[in-house]
């Protein structure tokens, strides 16, 4: 066993505070490389890890964060990427102690990947190999992954630690006082799809204090056995007398020790404002408490980016839907050949709104490229709902390019016991941490009984093993054949579901429909036939969630088996009418107004077809300031209030803008290119010193969208260009980001020269960082916590 895994055994290990801070203490000037450093001042960075060593640090961080090519190229060091991590880790090992372990930190690349960004995963992972691949020939003794916004790089990331490194992973996302990710993930969502990856240790750092990292890790116990991670802040800065401080002290840093050792956290350190001080306090408070630890038991769960579902132990039954399969469906298949994605997209939301907890994702079909439509298939799924997915596909090439494109856990649709399909799909599962569907079948097909079957099971659940996939995470496919052809074989499927629970301790999956294929009346015979099923102990079934015999079969059984407590569910829905946007077996556009049909395509992130309903308004004889104003942008609102709601997140706000964007093209056609009556004059920058753009990028977006003119400056701004291009461009307002708490005083610096200028404009602040009473401390006009908020205020300021 590894050291470093051996120690998280027997104790909590402190790991060390700030690093940043206390190299701008140095010396290090505004707007330079800190892990340049590395290479010019190399006494300055040893020193730091010096004091953390004095101090108790167990860990120490190398000073490698920003040690990617993106990021290093803020500063011209891009092709000294491997010299910069070397030289990071050997000088957190000459500064160690003997019994002092040298993490090799990496962080986000500053990109977001597709659909929400531009960059492709496997350009990401090839960054990141980099880096590892340095971090590996330096001698590092483990990689800890640090202040993560986006689950996608972040899975990213780790696949690529796991690839090309054989060392201990500890894996740290940043959540905000709501308890989610910029981009929307809750703990519970990034901790699945974390451990399925194989790391060691997962949790968060920055972005609150104890409290709040207490609350984050708290959620994700509930849905991990691994190790935890705590790294919060000195509290939430505050400006004093110009400068930012955290405030809080080693004795607040220390009083939640007792609660994070309760719930399993082995490794506590600091981030943002914390010293040597708090780290000493930290492991001198260690000695007041117990450090032994017990994992829970692990448990089956998939993800996505915003949801977490469990399947077996005390979860009933799942309804996973059937309906995004080609199979028997003309008007699918054509979509797929046309690189098309709105059935996907509606079938998606209407599934889920009717009950289904997964969604199936089949694209296979004749004269369809299958690698492209299934990575196309997961982003629409993904955009439009919060279900995690189920990868339907006997092609592995399909399987892994999907596999890349999803944001969570997902589930594999499937494997079998026969050679090849354990050799090709259970390592895929592996890599990219899936669970997997395994079919009771063989080389030799369907075997007759349910003993045979059995010990079909019993092959895969090996083979899994072997590769060390955990057993909760492999579901049996105990094969539902029709009644119409083999009638006794019904009854051999429903003992394998018992045997298979009771011998082997394993979830079970059945198509159920299959049941009645060739008979009339399916419904009532699937759903006599899934009753049974589900008292046998069937815990996921692949069903049409839209057939409402089925679903009451399931509501009904869950009450008769004590799994509806007080048939408080069952009672909810058929006390009431349920709603849905588009109703079971209606005409999906029906006698809907051309102006709500543009409204719901906003809404729903409809790229494909938004072009079609846009031609459908000029030909009803709406003009483009109608189709805007009365269609569009409405449907962009209704967007951003759910986001307020936290209905939506950043995703799905991204794509209505992107959505949004296609059509504004259109319109941009009609009326020959001219650009459409502009809201107001908004110029954009991240400000001096700070190379963080995505928060502000995504601003911009919106503001054009919502019909501003945007002056995008790009990052690491002077005030001198503020002003300069502020008035030669003659804007309205300046909106100022930061996310560095090292860069906030730039935003006072610009403003003020703004102002001593003469430069007569609204100002608007906001970054991760910035907090209303520092935006009133410096004279800003407006504050923003978000991009829609600003948005927002910025038009509510503009409109007065």
């Known amino acids: 066993m590894n050291d470093f895994l051996q120690a998280l055994n027997e104790r909590v290990l402190v790991l060390d505070g700030a690093m940043g801070t206390m190299l701008q203490a140095r010396g290090l000037a505004s707007g330079a490389s800190p892990e340049g450093m590395n290479l010019e001042q190399a006494e300055i960075v040893a020193a730091v890890h010096r004091e953390y060593v004095d101090a108790g640090a167990d860990i120490i961080v190398t000073n490698t964060f920003g040690g990617n090519a993106p990021k290093l190229a803020n500063y011209g060091l891009e092709n000294r990427v491997r010299e910069i991590n070397i030289a990071g880790v050997e000088i957190a090992r000459r500064s160690a102690g003997p019994n002092t372990f040298v993490a090799a930190s990496v962080g986000p690349t500053g990109r977001f990947l597709e659909p929400v960004g531009d960059a492709e995963f496997d350009e990401i992972v090839a960054v990141y190999r980099e880096q590892i691949e340095a971090f590996v020939a330096a001698g590092a003794d483990l990689i800890t992954f640090e202040t993560y916004l986006d689950i996608r790089e972040l899975r990213a990331a780790v696949i690529a630690a796991r690839q090309y490194s054989d060392l201990p992973i500890m894996a740290q996302m940043t959540f905000d006082d709501g308890g989610r990710s910029v981009l929307g993930t809750p ?63 080693p004795d607040e840093m220390i009083a939640y020790h007792q609660r994070l050792i309760e719930i399993g956290v082995r490794v506590i350190g600091g981030c943002c404002g914390t010293t040597p001080a708090h780290i000493g306090a930290m492991q001198q408070a260690l000695g007041n408490y117990p450090q032994t630890w017990q994992a829970p038991a692990r448990r089956c769960f998939l993800s996505s980016r915003t949801q977490v579902v469990e399947i077996g132990g005390a979860a009933g039954c799942r309804v996973i839907g059937e309906r995004i399969n080609p199979t028997g469906k003309k008007a699918y298949s054509a979509e797929l050949r046309e690189g098309k994605t709105a059935y996907i997209r509606r079938e998606a939301q209407q599934q889920v709104a009717v009950g289904a907890d997964l969604l199936d994702v089949n694209c296979g079909a004749p004269g369809v490229d299958e690698p492209l439509a299934l990575e196309q298939a997961v982003f629409a799924v993904s955009g439009v709902t919060g279900a995690p997915l189920v990868l339907d596909s006997s092609n592995p090439e399909a399987l892994e390019r999907g596999l890349k494109a999803a944001d969570g856990k997902v589930l594999i649709n499937s494997v079998s016991a026969e050679e090849k399909s354990l050799r090709v799909v259970l390592p895929l599962a592996k890599k990219y941490g899936a669970a997997i569907i395994g079919l009771a079948l063989d080389g030799q097909g369907i075997p007759a009984t349910a003993q045979d079957r059995l010990q079909v099971a019993r092959a895969i659940l090996a083979a899994a093993r072997a590769l060390d996939l955990p057993r909760e995470d492999l579901i049996i496919d105990c094969l539902t054949l029709t009644v119409s052809a083999e009638q006794k074989r019904a009854s051999e499927t429903l003992q394998t579901l018992r045997l298979v629970r009771d011998e082997l301790g394993l979830a079970t999956v059945l198509g159920v429909s299959n049941i009645s294929f060739g008979l009339p009346s399916r419904p009532v015979l699937s759903a006599g036939f899934f009753s049974m099923a589900l008292e046998a102990g069937l815990k996921a079934a692949i069903i049409n969630p839209k057939e409402e015999r089925m679903m009451d079969a399931l509501r009904a059984a869950k009450v008769l088996l004590g799994q509806d407590l007080r048939a408080e569910k069952y009672i909810a829905h058929y006390a009431h009418q349920v709603e849905t946007l588009t109703p079971t077996g209606s005409d999906p556009e029906g006698s809907v107004t051309i102006r709500e049909r543009l409204f719901r395509a906003i809404v729903e992130g409809d790229k494909d077809g938004v072009v079609a309903l846009v031609e459908s308004a000029f030909a009803e004889g709406l003009e483009s300031l109608q189709i805007s104003n009365e269609g569009l942008l409405p449907g962009l609102e209704e967007v951003g209030k759910r986001f307020g709601k ?68 790009g990052k690491n701004v002077p005030a001198a260009k503020i002003i300069e291009q502020a008035k030669a461009r003659q804007v309205d307002a300046v909106g100022l980001s930061a996310l560095m708490t090292t860069t906030l005083e730039q935003m006072q610096v610009s403003i003020d020269a703004l102002r001593a200028a003469g430069v007569k404009v609204f100002t608007m602040v906001g970054g991760a960082v910035v907090t209303q009473s520092y935006a009133d401390e410096i004279g800003a006009d407006l504050y923003a916590e978000d991009a829609l908020e600003a948005v927002a205020k910025i038009k509510q300021l503009l409109v007065k």
């Open 187 to 249: 703990p519970e969502s990034a901790a699945v799809t974390l451990d399925a990856l194989g790391v060691d240790v997962i949790g968060s750092n920055c972005g609150l204090g104890i409290d709040g990292i207490y609350t984050i890790l708290a959620k994700m116990r509930t849905v991990t056995s691994l190790p935890l991670i705590a790294q919060a802040n000195a509290g939430l800065p505050e400006l004093r007398n110009g400068e930012t401080v955290f405030p809080g002290s």
């Open 646 to 713: 936290n209905q939506v997140f950043l995703p799905q706000v991204m794509l209505s803008a992107e959505t949004m964007q296609t059509a504004f093209a259109r319109l941009k056609e009609e009326t020959c290119g001219q650009e459409m009556a502009s809201l107001g004059k908004i110029l954009m920058a991240t400000v001096e010193g700070d190379i963080h753009d995505i928060g502000k990028n995504i601003v911009c977006t919106l503001l054009e969208n919502h019909g501003f003119e945007v002056i995008d400056l």
